[in-house]
């Protein structure tokens, strides 16, 4: 038997990873890429840096760590690896183990046999059906092409659009606002990162970023794009309003490109994604796909997902490298961690958000603390808001989220690794974490986020959610918050209504009388952290109809004076 | 049966913690703190940065994140405990379960009734039985006073010593950098840190801190501090030299404060400090004991160690206040896990280190790789060293370390939350870990530590250290060192050696006739990962006697032209 033939059809992440891999476990064995595009084993996710300014030179996004061009000369030089760029794979024939091949631009076809094939298709960007979406200043973010587009066009542009609020359209939102354009992002569902967070966290998250100068508008369905006289964009209307934009991007997500591996009879999942077992392989043991283009389990639910990202599309490509040379290496499935930078604010998730849990039928304990990342007399301390989802039956953390300046994404990781793990919320005060002031505090802010949960669990921390104070303020309930924060802060900022009362925790022990026992109190004050201790003294002191606001106003998006 | 008498000895960090959980879950208990210092509940791990100026007020170190001071009053008003300040526990009485206090202004005795007791008595400095140590100008970083001083001598030094580099005398000469003096550290063992990592990774960094200024002595036993006419400190003389200080801090370790808990038959373990069990509870049932007066047991090597950090204080304080109070709460052990920032490196281990894992018998598998936080293209990335020490026949992680201005500590946390769970080196790879340009790369370094492991492991990536390479050079071996790196990077450093020849990885297909096969080689680049690139090349080639050296030039403490 002769050295494998390895053909892999997609040359942007997966694919090239996939090639990497496998030569360097079969020195001899033929590999070659099939790429429709002329770029190839670029950073499609630097492209939002490279708009904001941040990624300077263009180039850097198609280059090593010690600046050699990822070219075609590159992969034969550097990988041994033959790369056909302008090439579109045009059929699989799984019979005769061939594939046919165009150069895009003469039209020739060729025809590339195969012992080991690998689909690395990558993903499209959904095109919304609406008018006025081929106009001059309206652009996608998924090529790098789009980058070179839209970095030329706003120079001229002082207001824009972002349709969509998710990962790609919220750090889009944030390269304009480095580049000082106004920008307003419309999304249909009525909340910002509808993939990434809960309702609850991205409500503070979008409170903190229009403080900076982002807008939304939540809620609101694009229905078409007008343009002016010169066939430039000049607004996005909504169902609900008309926004005047001189460019617009439309970030609306994307779909798996799944139509050759259909056309060849491999069997498609029910996400719409290219169904494939833990080695990677298809419905045809021979080939194996990597990358957008497939759906993967995720390993809380136990349901097939499709969640296409960066680091999926190369951690397959190394297995997928394993395999196809004849070893017998497992993806074992997702968790969904997604995490972003947008303004000056951190944001992460893992696992399930507390509605999908729900939705699986799962009885959850949810908690939202404010914490500090590091030591409060750190300088560089930073804000983290930080939700855990836990199921009540097994204790098990099914999901997490955190946002803020602080160092939000390191305890995402943190929580990732333990729900890899299978970790209950008890397991996670007994981790080993490392403290020195520049880095956590003494009890790291996961793990105290976890014993709230437990606190919460036992009943010895009755709370309820900012979203649950306000609706109940809203519908005028008959009930008392107590703030216990000091004056000077009660004075810098509260909440202005008549049922709030100002009472210090260090004042509470001796002027608890003024605290009505016949009325349910809410404690409230900036983290959590006083709130739960008062709640405590005021359970001590026999009242009994008493929560606290989790995550203090912190956690509050809504107005206050 | 009453509320319980709960007294706790010791008023610093565990003390508190247990006083305040107790608190929460007690509301009408009786809890006592007694300490014979003035201060309590201090923030001791900011002192390092209050002599550095970041935290600005000696008063932060005693403040509460919303400005409250931690006295007396503030335990007494907001948690509901009573601190005896100034009175010093001179005697448990177990059998009338009472402690003897006295008051350390008057010299008065009083008896404190206790259904239970807690024992957070901490820990001293260890004060080296050398001459001169005495001298005006000699300090130790232990106490919120030691630091006053400190600050306020500094204004007219320009040059200090620093005995000990462990973690506080490397925080101390980090801090006197950050004032412009000029620092010396001084340590008896043949490297910096020498608790916290290993001795190729303490080179590194002692080798990247002296090209910042900072200066190191080691393998070096002080024998004496001179002074001058003014009985002010003037020279530090060590076995090998005499180094001049007008300063010196000495930072040596400290040993636990168990003399109490001995006097009072308490049971004392073989490291020294208290015996708990998991609840900590002392050989007396209705005694316990927290902090840094007590013995942990190491999570990988189920030996007891003392290794005193804060984090434990604080997490068994929550677990004593529990216990205290009724409940069955464990503290199941530690990793030792030590994290922190010297100059612009963070820096990190957890679990075993090699050569303590070679003495508990372990047969490892260590690598040590130099990758980037971050993708290379964001302009915020930074080097991190990553090394990780695995059994080799079970493949569980032993061990890892970080340092590097990179993000260093984040890794750390993951692996120490991956070892908490019995992780396999396999398992790494399969974490869901977040990713997105600002802070990680595709396949975060942890992983990709994981996967040098693997390929180790697997003899696909033979490799050589650099401490080993130096050997070789210094011995005078017949071999050659291929380094692949560009033209341009070789340019700008290099290691002179007429053994060593320039192949660009790119030429090496085309050029390796001119690589000799009878003769060792070992492959060299910047990071590790083209010279094992080159490796497999060359391997496939038939190449057999080959190596790369793990993690690069990054990983290289010896000089360069």
Chains 1, 2 share one sequence.
């Not at 794979?89 to 183990?97: L, N």
């Not at 196809?324 to 995490?339: A, E, M, P």
């Not at 951190?346 to 399930?352: E, S």
């Amino acid at each position: 038997m002769g050295e494998p033939r390895i053909v892999i059809i997609g040359g942007v992440a997966a694919g090239p990873k996939t090639a990497a891999r496998a030569r360097r476990l079969a020195p001899n064995a033929d590999i070659t890429i099939i790429e429709k595009d002329r770029y190839i084993s670029y950073a499609g996710c630097g492209m939002p840096f490279y708009l904001a300014g941040s990624v300077r030179e263009f180039g850097q996004l198609f280059a090593t760590a010690y600046g050699v061009a990822r070219d075609e000369q590159y992969f034969l030089r550097e990988k041994g690896v033959k790369v056909l760029t302008g090439h579109e794979a045009v059929e699989i024939d799984r019979s005769g183990k061939e594939v046919v091949a165009r150069n895009l631009s003469t039209g020739e076809e060729s025809r590339l046999p195969y012992d080991k094939l690998v689909i690395a298709t990558g993903s499209s960007p959904i095109v919304p059906p609406i008018g006025g979406i081929g106009l001059k200043g309206v652009f996608r973010l998924n090529h790098p092409e789009d980058a070179l587009r839209i970095k030329d066009y706003l120079e001229n542009v002082s207001e824009a659009v972002v349709i969509g609020a998710g990962l790609i359209g919220m750090e889009a939102a944030d390269a304009l606002r480095e580049k000082n354009v106004f920008a307003t992002v419309v999304e249909m569902k009525d909340q910002i990162l509808p993939g990434v967070l809960d309702r609850d966290m991205a409500a503070v998250l979008a409170a903190r970023l229009e403080e900076q100068g982002l807008e939304f508008r939540l809620g609101q369905k694009v229905v078409r794009i007008e343009g002016d006289e010169q066939g430039g964009v000049a607004a996005v209307v909504t169902d609900q309003e008309r926004l005047d934009a001189e460019m617009v991007i439309v970030a609306v997500g994307v779909r798996p490109n799944v139509e050759l591996a259909r056309k060849a009879g491999l069997k498609i999942g029910q996400t719409g994604a290219i169904e494939v077992n833990q080695h990677l392989q298809t419905s045809d043991p021979d080939i194996y796909a990597v990358g957008d283009c497939v759906e993967n389990l995720h390993l809380v639910s136990g349901r097939k997902v499709y969640i296409p990202l960066a680091t999926y599309a190369n951690r397959q490509g190394r297995v997928a490298g394993d395999n196809v040379t004849g070893r017998k290496s497992v993806f074992k499935g997702v968790l969904g961690t997604s995490v972003l930078k947008v303004l000056n604010w951190n944001v992460g998730r893992t696992g399930l958000g507390q509605q999908q849990a729900e939705e699986l039928g799962y009885r959850v304990i949810t908690v939202v603390n404010s914490a500090h990342d590091r030591t409060h007399y750190h300088p560089a301390h930073g804000l983290v808001l930080m939700k855990m989802i836990v199921d009540e039956n097994t204790r098990k953390i099914l999901g997490a989220q955190a946002i803020g300046p602080g160092d939000a994404v390191k305890r995402i990781d943190v929580a990732a690794t333990a729900i890899h793990f299978g970790a209950a919320v008890d397991d996670l005060p007994d981790l080993d974490l490392g403290y020195s002031p520049p880095f956590s505090s003494p009890i790291d802010l996961v793990q105290h986020t976890a014993n709230i949960v437990r606190n919460k669990a036992e009943n010895l921390a009755p709370s309820i959610t900012a979203e649950e104070m306000k609706a109940k303020l809203d519908r005028g309930d008959d009930f008392v918050i107590v703030d216990v924060r000091t004056p000077q802060q009660f004075g810098a900022k509260h909440i202005e209504d008549g049922r709030v009362m100002l009472v210090t925790l260090g004042d509470i022990r001796e002027r608890i009388d003024e605290i009505p026992r016949d009325k349910e109190i809410v404690l409230l004050c900036a983290m959590g952290v006083r709130s739960y201790e008062a709640l405590r003294i005021l359970h001590g002191a026999g009242f009994r109809d008493i929560k606290y606001m989790e995550g203090g106003l912190q956690a509050w998006p809504y107005e206050m004076d």
